[in-house]
């Protein structure tokens, strides 16, 4: 399985950004796919993820109703719409895939086998 995230960039608060994690070897809709993201000394942070058995998605406190999370499964691509962006969402933001994870692991990185290798977005204040 390979994940290819793109999307990131420079912009200022305010602006919006979209990310894309597009999948190779693996099928979105058998798996849970999310976001995270990461700043240099802390652990990864949980963004966004849709869980495979109910297609539902879940959100992180900090960015629920600015952030939306789709999925397009003919193209097996998903996407994170980020809207209101703050200097405080500048991060490293990874796509992650897992087929096993049950919902009470669905928040924690170390419940996903696969990994995108990250894109970089930086929120100018």
């Known amino acids: 399985v390979q994940l290819q995230a793109s999307g990131g960039g420079l912009v200022q608060a305010g602006d919006s950004l979209r990310l894309s994690c597009a999948a190779s070897?693996?099928?979105?809709?058998?798996?849970?796919i999310a976001w995270f993201r990461q700043t240099p000394g802390k652990e990864r942070e949980f963004v966004a993820g849709?869980?495979?058995?109910?297609?539902?998605?879940y959100y992180g406190d900090s960015v629920k109703e600015r952030f939306t999370m789709s999925r397009d499964n003919a193209q097996n691509t998903v996407y994170l719409q980020m809207n209101s962006l703050k200097p405080e969402d500048t991060a490293v933001y990874y796509c992650?895939?897992?087929?096993?994870?049950?919902?009470?692991?669905?928040?924690?990185?170390?419940?996903?086998?696969?990994w995108g290798q990250g894109t970089l977005v930086t929120v100018s204040s």
């Open positions: 070897g693996r099928t979105f809709r058998q798996s849970t």
């Open positions: 849709i869980f495979r058995s109910t297609g539902r998605t």
């Open positions: 992650a895939l897992d087929d096993r994870l049950i919902l009470s692991s669905l928040r924690r990185a170390e419940s996903y086998d696969y």
